[in-house]
């Protein structure tokens, strides 16, 4: 029995090392601080190696981490009293062949950021969790302690309104023309 457990939450801890990549995204994506993002994964790392022993169901291993990190998110905002909105995104290396290639993707990229930087925060998290990570709405409704016909209206709303901020930063886009 004891063979199985130690097994067990030897795999758990190299899921939680392969997990600090995608708890990384995701807190980048609710604070637009690349360090912060850093923190908040490291906290939620050691908070949750330390509470291994805690997790009760090791399916649910994933919601249990991201719950966690929402913890810190949540612990990181009481402390500062405000909502981060940092505006200031960080470049994201690219291995697209040309400059030009790459100079529209990044576009794209930061387009869809500050988009979802101009969401309410409760928004902001349910998108990122659906929609980047792929979680459930049962498991975004765990991690975030909010009723599941919650996270379904956010994930509505949000995604409404990103269609439409994305829309309205296409047409203010200068367009070029022709010269002959």
């Not at 997990?19 to 609710?30: H, P």
């Not at 439409?164 to 367009?175: F, K, N, T, Y």
């Amino acid at each position: 029995m004891n063979w199985l457990q130690s097994r067990e939450q030897r795999e758990l801890m190299e899921q939680m090392r392969a997990s600090r990549g995608r708890l990384y995204r995701v807190a980048f994506a609710w604070s637009h601080d690349a360090a912060l993002a850093d923190d908040l994964a490291q906290e939620a790392l050691t908070r949750g190696l330390s509470r291994i022993d805690q997790l009760r169901e090791s399916a649910k291993f994933m919601s249990w981490l991201f719950s966690i990190l929402n913890r810190c998110w949540i612990d990181h905002l009481r402390a500062q009293r405000r909502d981060v909105d940092d505006e200031s995104l960080t470049e994201l290396p690219s291995d697209l062949p040309g400059p030009d290639i790459h100079a529209e993707r990044q576009e794209t990229v930061n387009r869809v950021r500050s988009a979802i930087a101009a969401l309410p925060l409760g928004q902001r998290q349910v998108v990122t969790l659906v929609d980047l990570e792929g979680f459930s709405y049962a498991e975004v409704a765990e991690v975030l302690e909010i009723p599941i016909g919650t996270v379904m209206s956010r994930l509505c709303r949000a995604r409404g309104s990103l269609r439409e901020l994305l829309m309205e930063q296409v047409a203010a886009q200068p367009r070029l023309r022709s010269v002959k």
